[in-house]
């Protein structure tokens, strides 16, 4: 692995089930993000975490949760997916959470609820 | 609020000079950074700026005034692989990144 990754590249869900979006980092940064990305919006936080063991919510958290056991792995679930929740979602990882930091983006998740 | 505000969409030819602008208002202010997203991919990291004044970057440079609330990112001599979304991002007082919407750059020959 190089950088980071996310799993899957895409997927259709049906409204109401639980899906979880996965998200891998190598280069043993400390900080993680999730981002939403909608047409005509800017990149939206749900969730951060600052520190394996600790996260945090964004400006969007509302219907998605996240944990965070180690450096390496930060995965998002939506317990109850519903049609609001189509979009495309980057996972991101930066060497801390500190000012000047730049952050490291994953390839996305596209993901269309029905 | 917070709100981040840069052109929707540009088009500049190649081989010129484009300026593309970003205006913000947040809640502090711990630096900006420009990123390009080409279509389809993730946005990958161009410039941060944290004081007033110009970062030359090769092609790319980007200006700040924080009195103005002002940032931009000028692109020199256009390629057509920089034909992508310039997104402007700003770290609010909580170390968070706010972001604009995105400018897209349409480069034609």
């Known amino acids: 692995i190089a950088g980071i990754t996310q799993a899957p590249t895409s997927q259709i869900l049906a409204a109401g089930r639980r899906m979880t979006l996965r998200c891998t980092q190598d280069?043993?940064?400390?900080?993680m993000y999730w981002y939403r990305q909608d047409l005509g919006l800017g990149l939206r936080l749900i969730h951060y975490s600052n520190t394996a063991g600790t996260t945090g919510k964004g400006e969007v958290p509302d219907g998605y949760s996240v944990s965070r056991a180690n450096t390496d792995d930060f995965p998002l679930t939506l317990a109850s997916a519903v049609p609001s929740q189509t979009s495309v979602y980057f996972c991101a990882s930066s060497t801390t959470s500190g000012r000047g930091d730049e952050q490291f983006f994953g390839p996305g998740t596209r993901l269309t609820v029905l | 609020g917070q709100n981040i505000d840069q052109p929707t969409e540009m088009t500049a030819t190649e081989g010129a000079i484009v300026q593309i602008n970003c205006t913000y208002q947040t809640s502090g202010f711990n630096g900006l950074f420009w990123y390009q997203q080409h279509a389809g991919e993730a946005p990958t990291f161009l410039s941060y700026?944290?004081l007033d004044g110009l970062e030359e970057k090769g092609r790319f440079s980007s200006f700040l005034s924080r009195s103005k609330g002002y940032s931009y990112l000028l692109l020199k001599e256009l390629q057509m692989k920089d034909s992508a979304s310039y997104l402007c991002a700003v770290m609010d007082s909580n170390y968070q990144l706010i972001w604009g919407a995105g400018t897209k750059l349409i480069i034609k020959p």
């Open positions: 700026n944290v």
């Open positions: 280069m043993r940064h400390n900080a």
